[in-house]
Structures are given as C-alpha cells and as structure tokens.
C-alpha cells in the first residue's frame, strides 16, 4: 500500500508562508516540530518558536515570499528547491528544504543553502 502524500500539506504550509501567516504557518507543525540547519543546529524550537520567529522574519521582510521550484517525496519527506524573495530590491536566493513528518504535522525541516 502506498503511503499517502504529503505534497498537499506542503501545499498549505507554502501559502500560509507566502501570506506572511506565521501563525497559520507555525500551526502545521507539531508542538515538538522545529526549523534547523541541514544537519545542524536548531534555528527554530518547538511550533511557538517556530511562530515566533517566522512573525519577525515576516516583520523584517514585508515582501517575503518563496517559489516552489521543484518538490520531491519520498516516504515520510518532502524535498523542495525554493526560490526566496526578500524584497523587489533584494536578489532572491535559492534553498533546499526537506520536511519530515509526524502524521499530518511537520515535525522537522532542515534547511540547505
């Protein structure tokens, strides 16, 4: 049987991100889940860490948004190739995510750039 996807909630976590919605955002992921650097330190504890600092990114960077470029899944994880964008002004930047999951809920991503 094959596992069901996650592409549709990243889906979501990706528009509530685009909204600037730190709460809507921060409200997909478990209450353990956290942001981190690709293997490692954590950027980001637990979902009300996680809502805390997505508000003051989305506070500093008015403009922000990201592209999705390209998605992978695999299991329990979803890779994307984003594209940010801070501002009109600022020169966008390439990232790789990878999300992992505890059910419907994000538990961790790692970021690579």
């Not at 730190?22 to 409200?27: F, L, R, S």
């Not at 353990?32 to 989305?58: I, L």
Request: proline share 4%; with cysteine; hydrophobic share 40%.
């Amino acid at each position: 049987m094959r596992p069901l996807s996650r592409l549709p909630i990243i889906e979501r976590l990706m528009d509530r991100y685009n909204a600037r919605d730190a709460d809507g955002y921060a409200d997909m992921f478990a209450v353990d889940g956290c942001e981190a650097n690709y293997r490692g330190d954590v950027v980001r504890e637990g979902r009300e860490g996680v809502r805390a600092g997505m508000a003051k990114v989305f506070e500093q960077f008015p403009e922000n948004r990201a592209d999705v470029l390209q998605q992978f899944e695999l299991g329990d994880r979803v890779v994307l190739h984003e594209r940010v964008y801070r501002s009109a002004d600022a020169e966008p930047f390439d990232v790789m995510t990878v999300y992992s999951f505890s059910g419907d809920e994000v538990s961790r991503v790692e970021f690579i750039r």
